[in-house]
């Protein structure tokens, strides 16, 4: 079969370059070797934000970009999408009081129009924020939003293959080369396909991918490695914080997963996309980072889990890791059929991506490029508001309890009414798998979201892998392995 568009990487780039393609009409196939977000994608900040950092280097257009599309993803998915207020103390701080508060008005202008709250500085009446804090003195408050970054990428695949996508996971790209006017490619599963153009969206492998095609690229890619602790909660509430550190970084505290407290992320160089491991130095980096700011101190050993990811950033020739910038840049190679390879490019600003890669391909591949996505909801997305909707399922579904029923609510938002449609007990659930997650869902996970392996349910589509004993965790992968 010849395809319009053949895909290689199944993370937030390729994904949704997948469903504004599909979208515009065109005959797409994307190929993932491993799972969808098995990498980067799922290894994120799980923000979306504008990147308030990203204006000491004066990346504005970024920054204005990169808002603009928080404003539509707030919208666009509730159910995985939430308002985050920020508390940014000005202690340790390296940037003088002026300087914040002048970045803090420039974020909030080029935000524009936007629903989050602006900015603003600390209160005296602000006892929930400055309680955690070693010295509760002053600093300021603003807003960005988190994400579930595994399920938006899903969510993006879901959408594209709803709209004809053909989305294959756990498929490799053996070869391609070009012929005439298509590419030929030789997939992992056995199976050879031609297409008219051809996105290499292999995230940290973008290079590497390019040298196994022949192909010599303009721009390079430079390897960061950023990683993240989790422990258990440090402080109440539902805000984060935004720390300044004496090496001029910010180093985030959220919420994460109910009880327990996210903190990240570093910036180390590294050689490899493999070399997404932390390493004992981040682990005390952000240890120290959290100590400077708050009372309840931490140490290596309150460490529950890690996650590390590594970004392939566009090589802008900065000197330190921190200074490289977070744009994307698409580079366009049309010695025969099409060739678009993505470097950089953040969670948040990948539909814009999208778009813009889709602009670029228009002209070779004589179509019509116009904007499908802007004001388009993501599946399970169709709610007026999350704590409503979940009061809704709640009703209609009582027997979920109130646990499950919040983290299936957040997960599938609008499509439990369609993955629930045959359930009125809790007998009609089926076998429990664990952690709370049923045969019911386990099997919408599997022919619905290109689920394979107990991990990609545990890591990726749910988090739920985090709350497991390594006994649970053993009698989950039995569980999920004997599912029929």
């Known amino acids: 079969m010849t395809y319009d568009l053949l895909i290689v990487g199944g993370g937030i780039n390729g994904c949704a370059i997948a469903r504004e393609a599909s979208l515009l009409g065109l005959t797409v196939l994307l190929v993932e070797r491993d799972d969808l977000a098995a990498h980067t994608s799922s290894a994120s900040t799980k923000l979306i934000h504008g990147g308030l950092r990203y204006l000491e280097y004066y990346e504005f257009k970024l920054v204005a970009e990169a808002l603009r599309e928080r404003e539509r993803l707030v919208k666009a998915a509730p159910h995985i999408i939430h308002p985050l207020r920020f508390v940014l103390p000005h202690e340790n701080a390296v940037r003088p009081w002026w300087m914040v508060r002048l970045g803090l ?244 600003t990948a539909r814009h991506l999208a778009e813009e890669a889709l602009g670029k391909l228009a002209g070779p591949m004589g179509f019509s490029a116009h904007p499908v996505t802007r004001a388009r909801v993501f599946p399970g997305g169709a709610i007026t508001g999350f704590r409503q909707f979940l009061d809704q399922v709640r009703a209609t579904w009582p027997f979920l309890g109130a646990a499950r029923s919040e983290r299936m609510a957040h997960a599938y938002g609008s499509m439990l009414a369609e993955m629930l449609r045959d359930v009125k007990s809790a007998d009609d659930l089926g076998a429990e798998l664990g952690g709370g997650l049923t045969e019911v869902e386990a099997r919408w996970l599997r022919t619905r979201e290109w689920a394979r392996t107990a991990d990609d349910v545990l890591l990726r589509r749910s988090k739920i892998g985090l709350h497991l004993s390594a006994a649970e965790r053993a009698a989950f992968v039995a569980a999920w392995d004997a599912l029929a």
């Not at 490619?185 to 095609?213: C, E, F, I, K, Y």
């Not at 200074?323 to 993505?342: F, H, K």
């Open 105 to 348: 008005y420039l974020y909030d202008f080029l935000g524009g129009k936007m629903t989050l709250a602006r900015s603003r500085g600390l209160r005296k009446n602000d006892a929930a924020f400055t309680a955690p804090l070693k010295v509760a003195s002053k600093g300021f408050v603003y807003s960005d939003a988190f994400v579930d970054d595994s399920r938006l990428t899903v969510l993006n695949a879901m959408d594209a293959a709803a709209n004809g996508a053909d989305v294959r996971v756990g498929v490799a790209l053996e070869s391609a080369r070009r012929e005439g006017e298509v590419w030929q490619a030789h997939l992992s599963d056995g199976s050879s396909v031609r297409a008219r153009a051809m996105v290499n969206a292999a995230g940290p492998w973008v290079a590497q991918l390019l040298g196994r095609l022949g192909v010599n690229a303009a721009s390079g890619v430079r390897l960061v490695k950023g990683s993240h602790i989790v422990v258990p909660r440090l402080y109440e509430g539902d805000h984060a914080y935004i720390l300044q550190q004496p090496d001029r970084r910010i180093v985030f505290a959220i919420p994460y997963q109910g009880g327990f407290t996210e903190i990240g992320t570093t910036d180390v160089p590294v050689d490899a996309p493999e070399d997404a491991v932390i390493d004992e130095d981040e682990i005390a980096y952000l240890c120290a980072a959290a100590n400077r700011h708050f009372a309840q101190q931490i140490a290596p050993g309150d460490v529950t889990s890690t996650w590390s990811g590594v970004r392939p950033l566009y090589d802008d020739g900065a000197s330190e890791a921190k200074a490289v910038t977070r744009d994307y840049v698409l580079e366009l190679d049309t010695n025969g059929p099409a060739l678009l390879s993505i470097f950089g490019g953040k969670i948040t």
